[in-house]
């Protein structure tokens, strides 16, 4: 089958489907539910719920700050082996400042790291094709890190700034937290300045033109010059 056979299927049957299917829930296998509640505890994510029914069904459910989607685990939830889940990612839009914090939370994290290789942040990967540091330009979506749970269900952090065209509404533009929004208007300010320097002058509508840049930035649109 030819890839544009593939993309001309999945274009009708996304024309047909019209309705919401909104991923909220990820199950990963664990070994030892309360040592993987206690870990993602220590990372600071929300529990949402620890129910235990008499059948020996449990579920644990957490949601990593900012997210709309959470995970489950626990005993009777899944035949995955525990460990297997890879490469789940976890977006922010400051990767040294989210690696700081998980590393004052007594997990191990490795340090920020770029691609030197397509596929390099997963697992298997070559060690070797995992460089040093941020991303050239700190381009969005290059930089990475990685932390394991205690089963070594593997989690990747990326850095995402500016989101690929298409990915989000223009019509629509949101941030999960504070900080994420702060992140978004310091960018803003650096852009602005050079905008000011070209045009020679203050620019007097610079309200005006920070929300121009933010809604394009997170949209995926050329953003202003």
Known sequence: MSTTEVNTKTETTSLQNNYDLKLEVVVIPVSDVDRSRAFYERLGWRLDGDFNYD????????TPPGSAASVQFGTMITTAAPGSAQGMHLVVSDIEAAREQLAGCDVDVTEVFHEGAPGAAFEPARREDRL?????DRASYQSFCCLCDPDNNT??????????TGRCSPDVTGFASMPDLANAMRRASVAHGEHEARIGKADPDWPDWYASYIVAEQAGTPLPQ
């Open 155 to 164: 989690w990747i952090l990326q850095e995402v700034t500016t989101r690929f």
């Open 55 to 62: 059948n020996g069904f449990r579920v644990v459910q957490f």
């Open 132 to 136: 040093d540091g941020m991303a050239d």
